[in-house]
DNA sequence: CTAAATACCCCACGCTGTTC
DNA sequence: GAACAGCGTGGGGTATTTAG
């Protein structure tokens, strides 16, 4: 029998296809094309800008552009011979294990490359929430055969190798005694799709079956509905009649250990009502409160999880409408428009072309297969709309280390490529201005795509580019604005001045009683305080320094309140500075709220709290205009990472073991769930993690001094 | 005077970038 | 993965203007 597509398509390449770019799935189908891709980027023929880049957060490094997959792995292939470093070999090993062999149909997942499984946490979460999902629908089985008084079984074919998981599961369906199916398994066209359905329920009455995919997410998206569209199409070609599908997903106002109900507050409502009409705190009532020894709340053991609380299995599909419509629905209009099977067939048929033609493909101007849904529930398929979308994801090579338009901070990718297409030009050099004549303007009112923003980066690149030599420090200052810089800079002329910063970790079920899922648990803090005038980043001694790393497995939050409170009221009465501060305030007013005792403390510091990317961040709020401050070494980004290196670079981390915040974050989930040793802990990983917490808040130090420094300077100047 | 066209505002939504 | 914040876009509704 000859075969309707020509060739393999995974899920993931189904929905990368229809919902992201046909060139980043082929990329990502197989190991092959992955190769070749590597190749044609190594000879300078494609550049990438995959959606979802491994993040390389903490690196203080002053070469500043972001480290994409691409360049990444790129790095990791390269040294392949290069046997000494560990960390690539144990990478490489890794992503090669994740590759799907497309023609082995005994694998026990089916579902294609997924980027998300190489960032550490998210697999699993991933895994544990399908577990609990299981043993949901165990509970309800058991609760529903005893209020029909009938016995239906539930089945589970994970440990199956694929192709027998699919005999099996016919086998269960034919038998009509099973209500649940778990890992179920289907193929079409000779296994040319494959699919596992996480959970399968199925209504014996009526021969209709329900689809339900489980994610640890807490709402649907878009992927999700190509997801279970994918399934929907499989599982309607082996014959059975779908009558729903749905996504179990986590419900975010669930606090394990609490009373449930569906019309509860979640926690950042719970935070705003708190806040809103608080009164203003004085700094005496807070010691009055904090007065004597602050003894930390104990809470027992964390309550068994209510599986009702923690689930919601929701037919409605994506965004944040209150009218929209049910996945289901959506299916079935998609199908109205369209052929799913023409579809894959189209998508199937570029796919078993050569690298040559692939490679014209790549280089084509957009996202060819994307179809997207509109305002009105109507689909369209992107090249066929009236402004087709021009491609981000993979593009002719640039070099990414030049200064480029794809450094512009808030505007959007797909306007970046247009002006990348249209004016056929991409690095900064090569414009004159930003109102040259080649670059694109709005269509509607002839208007620019950039922001002010974008052309304070520019002047500042041009100006340091023109002649590197003549660029001198005031010339990051942003002059016309001097007087909102002055005013900014009055606030920190007072002391002491106390800078802290949070480190947290996230479980995505809640691991305590009295948090949420993915709520972010304070374990350590760092907190520096400038005590007069005479402070230097350089000199430790002339600042004081406080920390905190909780030790053991229990909530930590309880001792980081007891601690925290009593360093950040010990040098007196004075201003409270975070990077970012609404991080900082969110997880303060979350203990606010969860661990009432010392709440009016608590709040004092979140009302007395500034922000020191005030100085980089516009704000219209605080009418602050963007990058009062900036270095061409910021390269459009106004992240610590980059702002403090580029005004002293002789300071960065690459010393430190750990030097990122989501590597602490990591290794101190490790050492909660009992995978490290209390002996390595302490002998090992501990200290690192502290010398870690402790450069962040001295990175802050140095910022803010060095704009104190400069802008001095520049004023005894003139 | 009515009906259509235009202007304006608010709100929902999506994108970007920051923190962990 | 989440939350938060800024901000542009475009729909929906209402008020105002214009054409007949």
Known sequence: MSKIFSSKLTKEDFKRALSSCYKEMWVLHSQENFNQALLWNKNKVLQFNLKNEISEEGDFDSSGSSIDLFETYFKIFESENDSENLENAELRKKWKEKWLDLNDNSALDVDGFDLTKFEGESIIDGNLVGEAAKQYFESLNIQTNLNRNQKLKTFDLS???????????????????????????????????????????????????????IKATSKVKEDHFFDLMYQYFILEKNGLKINDVALGHIRSNYIRGQDFNEFNLNLSEMCEQLIEDYPIISFEECLAEINGEIIPENYLEADDLNYNGFFIIDELSYGESQKRLKIFELIKIFESQFEITEIIKQITELLSLGFEDSLNLLLSNNCSTVIKKNLK????????????????????????NKENIF????????????????????????????????????????????????????EVYKKFHSNPATFRDEDIIFKEEKNILESLLAKYTSFPIYM???????WAIPKYNNSKSYQQIPFQYSIDVLTD??????????????????????????????????????????????????????VLKQMAVLFPKYQKSLIYIVQNTIDLMDFFKGNSKKSIPWFLIYHPAFHGSY???????????????????????????????EFSDGNISSKIWNSKIRPDMIKYCNRDTLAMVVVLQRIKEIFKNWQENN
């Open 159 to 213: 440990g199956l190798p694929f192709v027998n998981a699919v005999e099996k599961t016919k086998e269960l369906i034919n038998s009509k005694e099973y209500e649940y199916l778990f890992e179920a398994a289907f193929e079409y066209d000779d296994f040319n799709l494959r699919t596992r359905c996480d959970i399968l329920e199925i209504n014996n009455h009526n021969d209709t079956f329900k689809i339900i995919e």
């Open 533 to 586: 005038k005479n402070y230097d980043y350089k000199k430790p001694e002339t600042m004081k320094h406080f920390d905190f790393l909780a030790n053991s497995s229990d909530d930590p939050r309880p001792e980081f309140i007891k601690n925290f409170l009593k360093d950040i009221f010990s040098c007196g009465k004075g201003i409270y500075v975070a990077y970012n501060d609404s991080f900082e305030k969110m």
């Open 500 to 506: 802290y910063d949070f480190e947290t970790v996230k």
């Open 377 to 400: 529930n109507k689909f369209v398929k992107i090249s066929e709309s009236d402004n087709p979308v021009y491609c981000h994801h993979v593009i002719a090579y640039f070099d990414k």
């Open 407 to 458: 450094n512009f901070t808030n505007i959007n990718k797909k306007t970046k490529a247009l002006i990348h297409y249209e004016s056929q030009k991409i690095y900064l050099d090569e414009f004159k201005s930003l109102f040259d004549s080649e670059i694109p303007v709005k269509p509607k009112d002839k208007s620019t795509y950039f922001r002010p923003e974008n052309f304070r980066h520019f």
């Open 639 to 669: 992240s610590i990472k980059k702002t403090q290196p580029a005004l002293d670079n002789s300071f960065n981390y690459n010393d430190l073991s750990i030097n990122k915040g989501d590597k602490a974050s990591q290794t101190f989930r």
